[in-house]
């Protein structure tokens, strides 16, 4: 007997949605790829993608720029391969999006106040990043933007960094949620990573420590963006201390425990990779002991303080 397909119990579940439901947060149409003088590869459709057919060791004109910076907003993280960069060439690709940033962290060190040194060994006590954060949100104006350099990758493989798109966060969370924390603002003490987990002998009066929105605006493309991060918040100002720690925990817990948020970035040696310091986190995964991961960072300091969304 010949077998009757039956197209209703055949067909491979869809799961459709009811008309009741809303659209999932960060839901995202087609993205822009080409931008003239380059194309780029998304890593996911809504947070990273690799960049072609640029060479960042030449200085780059102005329409070209404008290109990069275009890419820059539309897709938050961008990895550019097989780059031969000195210190120079490094630090000009920085200065296109604004003057660069000095760790606070360097202070007690000898050499380039615009360079971070990122290097892990066998040797080393820490691995910078490992566990998510947003760079130096301690200081009154963060930086925008960061431009890590890895030059030497685990000969094992591991190392990778994983970016978190902070939109999207702040669009996962309820509408009830998104009113109470929209006029908050938390306290960003550099105390918390530097001496707290690193270490380090603060520099004659401390750290920076400031304040900032709990939710702020990106200045460029308009968008809401959920500003706490483990490494740097410490309380939410105005809240008990255990109404504060229960509300960091749980936006803390959103960012750690949902892969739906993030890209991940598989270094190779001469890779740069230029991250949105105002809507993306990241975290260093230190997966490669004892083996090296070795290079260089530049950041990039803002404009103005993060702005609230009632500015």
Not at 57 to 76: H, L
Not at 80 to 99: I, N, P, T, V
Not at 100 to 111: A, E, I, Q, T, W
Not at 273 to 285: P, Y
Request: hydrophobic share 30%; charged share 25%.
């Amino acid at each position: 007997m010949t077998a009757v397909s039956n197209s209703k119990t055949d067909a491979p579940p869809t799961h459709p949605r009811t008309n009741n439901k809303r659209e999932r947060a960060g839901s995202v149409t087609e993205r822009r790829t080409d931008y003239g003088s380059f194309t780029v590869e998304p890593l996911t459709p809504h947070l990273g993608a690799e960049v072609n057919e640029l060479d960042l060791s030449a200085p780059m004109e102005g329409q070209q720029i404008d290109a990069v910076k275009q890419a820059f907003a539309d897709w938050g993280v961008l990895v550019f391969r097989d780059q031969e960069l000195d210190r120079e060439a490094h630090k000009r690709f920085g200065r296109y999006f604004g003057s660069l940033h000095s760790h606070p962290m360097n202070y007690s060190r000898n050499g380039d106040s615009e360079v971070l040194i990122v290097r892990t060994t066998a040797d080393s006590a820490y691995t910078a990043g490992d566990g998510w954060h947003t760079d130096v949100t301690c200081d009154a104006i963060p930086p925008l933007a960061s431009a890590l350099y890895i030059k030497e990758t685990p000969e094992c493989g591991g190392g990778d960094t994983l970016y978190a798109d902070m939109y999207l966060a702040y669009e996962m969370l309820s509408e009830p949620m998104k009113q109470m924390l929209e006029p908050l603002v938390a306290v960003h003490d550099g105390a918390l990573p530097y001496v707290g987990a690193y270490k380090s002998t603060p520099p004659e009066g401390g750290y920076p420590r400031n304040e900032h929105p709990v939710i702020t605006v990106h200045p460029e493309t308009g968008r809401k963006v959920l500003n706490v991060n483990s490494g740097f918040t410490s309380h939410i100002r105005g809240l008990q201390p255990f109404e504060s720690r229960a509300l960091l925990d749980a936006l803390f817990k959103l960012i750690a425990t949902t892969p739906r948020l993030y890209c991940r970035v598989e270094w190779q040696p001469n890779t740069l990779t230029l991250w949105d310091n105002r809507c993306t986190q990241h975290h260093a995964v230190w997966d490669y002991y004892p083996h090296t991961r070795s290079g260089e960072r530049v950041s990039v300091v803002g404009d103005e303080p993060p702005r609230g969304v009632n500015g």
